[in-house]
């Protein structure tokens, strides 16, 4: 309960002598994209510009190597629309241009965060041949080293081998019971539903009570501070 959730989870908490975070930093020319770490998608960036500070490689478990896969999509009407031109067709393909540079990089926590306390452990190009392409994946691998182990999601299940039937039917009220908790601003329930995931998220990042203060206030305000509508569900695929 919000009673209850800062020191409860702040117990959970583990801490070490070192704890190390992995960072990327993502460099792209000419095209939007997608970074997913572990097949979850971990970062979204559809605009033209590009960020100077790192992204936290969210959803490392444990120890061992890590898959990240960036996924490539063309500008569609933006560059036309930073140029002012109202007539131009979208682009709709990735060109010669589109190249995406990314880089793994390792900081200790516990140290200071400045470019010289970064750790540059791998760095990867986009291939050549994304020209042409309406989208573009790559993937590459690097091994982490953490301190921690958690079991995550890896004994869950593939429901598209399942009755699909019956996911869509579990997917529908599982939509429902999220939204009546938002409409009803039940904070505490919602609280409860994810603190299992919690306990796992804000593990992987060290984090410590005033941080998990500032993240009950975030529920908080966005479970209370808004006068929710449940939608419909129309028009959907599986």
């Not at 898959?67 to 010669?96: C, F, H, Q, R």
């Not at 079991?151 to 299940?157: A, I, L, N, S, V």
């Not at 919602?190 to 500032?214: F, M, S, W």
């Amino acid at each position: 309960t919000a009673a209850n959730y800062v020191e409860k989870l702040n117990a959970q908490i583990k801490h070490y002598p070192e704890e190390p975070i992995y960072y990327f930093r993502i460099n792209k020319q000419n095209c939007l994209v997608e970074v997913y770490i572990n097949d979850i998608k971990n970062y979204t960036d559809f605009k033209l510009g590009n960020y100077i500070t790192p992204t936290e490689v969210g959803h490392i478990l444990k120890s061992g190597p890590q898959t990240i896969t960036v996924k490539m999509y063309p500008v569609g009407n933006l560059l036309n629309e930073s140029w002012g031109k109202t007539d131009a067709k979208p682009m709709a393909e990735l060109t010669e241009n589109s190249e995406v540079r990314i880089e793994i990089v390792l900081i200790e926590k516990k140290k200071k965060k400045g470019l010289n306390d970064e750790i540059s452990i791998i760095k990867k190009i986009s291939p050549k041949e994304v020209t042409g392409k309406e989208t573009f994946e790559f993937s590459f691998t690097f091994d982490a080293k953490v301190p921690y182990e958690y079991e995550g999601w890896t004994k869950g299940q593939d429901i598209s081998k399942l009755d699909q039937e019956l996911v869509r039917k579990k997917a529908v009220e599982f939509y429902e019971m999220i939204g009546k908790l938002y409409v009803n601003k039940e904070l505490d329930n919602v609280l409860k539903l994810d603190y299992p995931a919690d306990i796992r998220i804000k593990g992987t990042y060290y984090v410590n009570k005033l941080n998990l203060q500032e993240t009950l206030e975030e529920y908080t305000d966005d479970v209370k501070g808004y006068n929710y509508k449940m939608e419909p569900i129309q028009n959907y695929k599986m």
